[in-house]
């Protein structure tokens, strides 16, 4: 594995995408690689760079398992220049079936400590800054959480808009799995989490551009789409909701909703990014475009 190269800034360095190479180098992105599926598998074994300059961005839910997802991300980081990791909710959960049984935000540091083992960037790293096609720009792999504000149609409080939730059955797993300790409640971490990644963002050279990737989507028009609205509790936090304009953001990429498209907010692309599960992309028509572009020599400004 190559050694990181010199800081930029004290929020950011460079690993000189391209600089070995004639073809220009693209920075793509997937998420939501779930792969506990066989199907699943054989889809990352495809996974590809076009370029040897390539950077994949992997916007979180790779797996349950701390061994699947160390082995799937060393994967990913033997064929790429440069992997960028934001958590999903799947890799925070304490899965019955996993030999390491961290919770909350001991987990998280494991996971961490995991991907710098493997040369896999975090959201506790130095951002990435991103100099191919398209660049100078931040990419800023984030790590928020929810607090339950996207709450259900007609409810008030998080206690209503739960409340909601099992009464229709559609009750996300994190309720069983996602441990938030030591915090008392999820809300309670994300929110710790939004003051800490704020602190971060605001550290950026002003001069730059951005690419915000977290795994849950940072404003809430994605979740308009939800086939169950009371899904969307559990997919973001209003305290996130200037962040693609407040830091300057040309694309900000997320996952966790398994309904891959592009869409504009304020001018900002957000580019959900998922394979998600065998179930819902071997119905589709067409195979899965994983990865995407985010910026490419020939995409550029487009999704
Ligand atoms: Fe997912
Ligand atoms: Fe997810």
Redesign the pocket.
Known sequence: MCCRPGVLSRSSFSIGPGAHVSSPASLLAV??L?VSYADNRDVVDGIRPGSPGDWLIVA??VGELFADIRRTLAQLRERFAAVIWAP?N?ELWTHRDDPVRSRGVERYEQLVEMCRSIDVLTPEDPFPVWTGPGGPVVVAPLFQLYDYSFRAPGTHTKEESLAYAYRTGIVCTDEMMLHPDPYPDRESWCWARVEETERRLDAIDPALPTVLVSHWPLVRHPTDVLRYPEFAQWCGTERTADWHRRYRAVAAVY??L?IPRSTRQDDVRFEEV?L?YPREWQRRPTPPRVPRHILAPVLDGAA
Do not use: I
């Open positions: 998420s939501d779930h979180g839910d999903g799947h996952g966790h398994h998922s998600g």
